[in-house]
């Protein structure tokens, strides 16, 4: 069984930075996508950045620049490092995992493939 937990989130002036960490158990395959996604109130859920196996990444025009995904394959924990926040970027923040993903693939920004995904945390930043 597939969990992911997120942890990190809480409240910031606008400029401040975060980590948000995402410990993952039960995933076993060998080419898998784990992205951050985040939804604001009134708005729909959007990819915020995502990392494959290989290392590839992709991130949000709104976010690139500011944010870093990372993954610690031996602690099995996905990272968004948030930095230069903006009141934009006030949402709940969720982890997902995209399980059997082709290495050749494109791993997009989309929910789709996405079938696992933990229960969210809440990041708030003030102007």
């Known amino acids: 069984q597939v969990q992911l937990v997120e942890s990190g989130g809480g409240s910031v002036q606008a400029g401040g930075s975060l980590r948000l960490s995402c410990a993952v158990s039960g995933l076993r395959d060998s080419s898998y996508c784990m992205g951050w996604f985040r939804q604001a109130p009134g708005k729909e859920r959007e990819g915020v950045a995502v990392v494959t196996t290989g290392g590839s990444t992709r991130y949000a025009d709104s976010v690139k620049g500011r944010f870093t995904i990372s993954q610690d394959n031996a602690e099995n924990t996905l990272y968004l490092q948030m930095n230069s926040l903006k009141p934009e970027d006030t949402a709940m923040y969720y982890c997902?995992?995209?399980?059997?993903?082709?290495?050749?693939?494109?791993?997009?920004?989309?929910?789709?493939?996405?079938?696992?995904w933990g229960q969210g945390t809440q990041v708030t930043v003030s102007s």
């Open positions: 997902a995992a995209y399980p059997n993903f082709n290495p050749r693939g494109y791993c997009s920004l989309s929910e789709a493939g996405f079938d696992y």
